[in-house]
């Protein structure tokens, strides 16, 4: 037998064949990918990792999962966004706004989105449920206050400073609902060690339990038996 026999895998054929079968297989599994990876970065898709954007409309918490050993968003009752309730086309049009003018600011020139971004300041994954905004009941308009102004904000004057970037009442509100959608998006509890805001409500007042009036005293002309 020939050595180049005794060497059919190293021989040219096989090799050749060997690199159309794996291309050929790693195409059809890419294809696989592409569609399962659009299926869980859609919003509002079957694979319920990106909420709708009408998500907006309700509360979002933070809450740790001991099945999957991290934080995973919770959507609670509803509470819309500076009070107002809005169908998925005017909460998806209020998102893209504020998503625009994130990328308009250039805010991923300090921040990171999602882990993405630079590292000079927070990251905004889910600075809708951050602590420093102080209660829920004035979040938004905190927000909004610190979006347009944040030069006039107490915890802006310690260390890194944001600049004034010009960024108008409608650019703010659009931006504080692009943060709300996606501090609910599933991110397999990135970042990690984040304390949520405390967004419980606060208990009920029991009700004043009704006080018995004492029994009127009974007529001794009606009370005293009939004297035979």
């Given at each position: 037998?020939?050595?180049?026999?005794?060497?059919?895998?190293?021989?040219?054929?096989?090799?050749?064949?060997?690199?159309?079968?794996?291309?050929?297989?790693?195409?059809?599994?890419?294809?696989?990918?592409?569609?399962?990876?659009?299926?869980?970065?859609?919003?509002?898709?079957?694979?319920?990792?990106?909420?709708?954007?009408?998500?907006?409309?309700?509360?979002?918490?933070?809450?740790?999962?001991?099945?999957?050993?991290?934080?995973?968003?919770?959507?609670?009752?509803?509470?819309?966004?500076?009070?107002?309730?809005?169908t998925e086309e005017e909460a998806m049009a209020l998102v893209s706004h504020g998503k625009l003018t994130t990328q308009a600011k250039n805010c991923m020139?300090?921040?990171?989105?999602?882990?993405?971004?630079?590292?000079?300041?927070?990251?905004?994954?889910?600075?809708?449920?951050?602590?420093?905004?102080?209660?829920?009941?004035?979040?938004?308009?905190?927000?909004?206050?610190?979006?347009?102004?944040?030069?006039?904000?107490?915890?802006?004057?310690?260390?890194?400073?944001?600049?004034?970037?010009?960024?108008?009442?409608?650019?703010?509100?659009?931006?504080?609902?692009?943060?709300?959608?996606?501090?609910?998006?599933?991110?397999?509890?990135?970042?990690?060690?984040?304390?949520?805001?405390?967004?419980?409500?606060?208990?009920?007042?029991?009700?004043?339990?009704?006080?018995?009036?004492?029994?009127?005293?009974?007529?001794?002309?009606?009370?005293?038996?009939?004297?035979?």
């Open positions: 037998m020939s050595q180049t026999q005794a060497l059919w895998w190293a021989s040219e054929s096989f090799w050749r064949k060997t690199a159309i079968w794996v291309t050929a297989g790693s195409f059809v599994v890419l294809i696989f990918l592409t569609f399962d990876t659009v299926d869980q970065i859609t919003a509002g898709s079957k694979a319920n990792r990106v909420k709708a954007y009408s998500v907006i409309n309700n509360r979002i918490d933070y809450v740790f999962d001991e099945k999957r050993n991290f934080q995973v968003p919770v959507i609670g009752p509803e509470e819309p966004l500076f009070g107002k309730k809005l020139n300090c921040h990171t989105l999602l882990g993405n971004g630079a590292y000079y300041a927070p990251d905004l994954t889910k600075s809708w449920l951050d602590p420093a905004w102080g209660s829920k009941e004035t979040r938004e308009e905190t927000m909004v206050d610190f979006l347009m102004n944040p030069q006039d904000r107490l915890h802006n004057a310690l260390g890194r400073k944001m600049p004034n970037l010009g960024i108008t009442e409608a650019e703010a509100r659009a931006t504080v609902a692009f943060l709300k959608w996606m501090s609910a998006i599933d991110t397999n509890g990135f970042p990690t060690n984040f304390k949520p805001i405390d967004q419980s409500d606060p208990a009920p007042v029991p009700a004043p339990v009704p006080v018995a009036e004492p029994a009127a005293a009974a007529d001794p002309a009606v009370a005293a038996p009939a004297q035979q």
